[in-house]
C-alpha cells in the first residue's frame, strides 16, 4: 500500500521513477563495500542475471549508479546490479595499474570475485552463474578487464567505458603513460609537460619511478590476458565505448583494448593464432543523432559468424559515460546510451 501511494504521489508530482530506483541495499561493512539494486518481483526460485558496475576514479557506487541510470534498466529488465565500492584509495580509483592487482586469487580482483559468491549464496536470490556480467568506467573498465582476464569462468562478458588495456601499465607513472600515450608523444612540449605533472603526482603519492616505458602492442597486451585466464581460458565477448576527445585516458586505449581481447579470444578460441578472431570489424554502422555525437559502430565476428565484440568511437566526446543524465560528472547524455547497449550485449552472450 505504502509503494502504491509513494507511485501515485510521484505521478501527481510529475516525479520519474529514478529516484525510487535508487533506493538499494547498503553493504558499507563487507570488504570491499557495496551496494546492490534488487529489481521488483524477484521470485528465489528463477535464476536472474547479476551485472557487476565498476565506478571511475571520484566516484563511489551510488554516483555511478545515478550516472549509468543502470537501476532503472534492471528494473525493466529483471536483472540485479551489484556495485562494489573502493574507499581504500584516496580519489577512489581501482588499482588496475598495480601489479598486486592484475594477478588472481588476491587484491582487488579476488575480492570482487568473492562479492559475487557473496551475493550469489544469498538464499532469497537466485543468481544464473550462466549470466554473470562485469562493465565499468575508466579505472572501473581496467578493473573490469583484469577480472575477464583472471576470472573469466566467473564472467560471462565485458563492457568497458574509457577502459585501459589488462597489463598495460605497472606502478602510477606507467598508468599515466598508458592513458595519455606520454612515451608515444615525446619529445613534444605537450608530452614534457605531461610527463612532469604525472612524475610530480606520483612522487607526492609515494611511487617514485622516473622511467617511461612503450605501451605494449594489443597483440602482446591480448598474449598476456590469455595467459592470465590459464587453464579457464574462454572466449571472453566484450563491448567497448570510447570518446574521441578524452583528454584523460587517449582514445588510442579504446582501440588497443578491442586488439587486445581479439587476440585473446583468438587464442582462446582453438588455442592457435590464426585470426579465427581478429580486430578487423565485418561490419561497421554510423549512428547519431541531431543534437548528439556522431559515432561508429564497429562489429567484430568469430569464424562461425557470431558477434563476440563490438566498438563504439564517439566524435567530440570527453571522458564520461555515454548517455548518462545532464548535469552529472562523468556523463555525456549526448552520447549513444550506453547503458542500454552494454546491457543488450551482455544479455545476447551468456557462458556456454
Not at 580509483?93 to 559475487?116: D, F, H, K
Not at 587476440?263 to 579465427?276: F, I, P, V, Y
Request: with cysteine.
Amino acid at each position: 500500500m505504502r509503494a502504491a501511494i509513494l507511485a501515485a504521489v510521484c505521478l501527481l508530482l510529475g516525479l520519474t521513477t529514478q529516484s525510487a530506483a535508487q533506493v538499494f541495499e547498503d553493504h558499507g561493512g563487507a570488504d570491499p563495500p557495496y551496494r546492490l539494486f534488487l529489481p521488483p518481483g524477484l521470485d528465489p526460485a528463477r535464476p536472474v542475471p547479476l551485472v557487476v558496475m565498476l565506478h571511475g576514479c571520484n566516484q563511489d557506487a551510488r554516483a555511478f549508479a545515478e550516472v549509468t541510470r543502470m537501476n532503472d534498466l534492471a528494473a525493466a529488465e529483471g536483472f540485479v546490479v551489484l556495485y562494489p565500492e573502493q574507499r581504500a584509495h584516496p580519489i577512489g580509483c581501482w588499482r588496475w595499474y598495480e601489479p598486486a592487482q592484475q594477478v588472481r586469487g588476491q587484491g582487488e580482483p579476488a575480492a570482487i570475485a568473492g562479492l559475487v559468491e557473496e551475493v550469489g549464496r544469498r538464499p532469497d536470490l537466485a543468481i544464473d552463474p550462466a549470466r554473470v556480467y562485469v562493465a565499468g568506467l575508466s579505472a572501473g573498465a581496467g578493473m573490469a578487464a583484469i577480472l575477464g582476464a583472471t576470472y573469466p569462468e566467473v564472467f560471462a562478458a565485458a563492457g568497458f567505458a574509457a577502459g585501459i588495456p589488462y597489463g598495460a601499465a605497472e606502478g602510477c607513472l606507467g598508468a599515466f603513460n598508458v592513458m595519455q600515450r606520454i612515451h608515444a608523444r615525446l619529445p613534444s612540449p605537450a608530452a614534457w609537460a605531461d610527463y612532469t605533472e604525472a612524475y610530480w603526482t606520483c612522487v607526492f603519492a609515494g611511487a617514485f619511478d622516473p622511467l617511461l616505458s612503450p605501451v605494449p602492442g594489443p597483440d602482446a597486451l591480448g598474449e598476456a590476458a590469455h595467459t592470465a585466464m590459464g587453464p579457464r581460458a574462454r572466449v571472453l565477448p566484450v563491448i567497448v565505448f570510447q570518446g574521441s576527445a578524452d583528454e584523460r585516458v587517449f582514445p588510442q586505449n579504446g582501440a588497443d583494448l578491442l586488439g587486445q581481447w581479439a587476440q585473446a579470444n583468438d587464442l582462446a578460441s582453438d588455442g592457435r593464432d590464426n585470426d579465427d578472431i581478429d580486430a578487423v570489424a565485418e561490419d561497421e554502422t554510423p549512428g547519431g543523432r541531431p543534437g548528439g555525437h556522431r559515432y561508429s559502430e564497429r562489429v567484430y565476428e568469430d569464424g562461425s559468424g557470431a558477434v563476440v565484440m563490438t566498438l563504439y568511437e564517439i566524435e567530440g566526446m570527453a571522458h564520461a559515460w555515454p548517455g548518462g543524465p545532464p548535469g552529472l560528472p562523468f556523463s555525456d547524455p549526448a552520447g549513444p546510451d550506453a547503458s542500454r547497449l552494454i546491457w543488450e550485449f551482455l544479455a545476447a552472450h551468456p557462458k556456454p
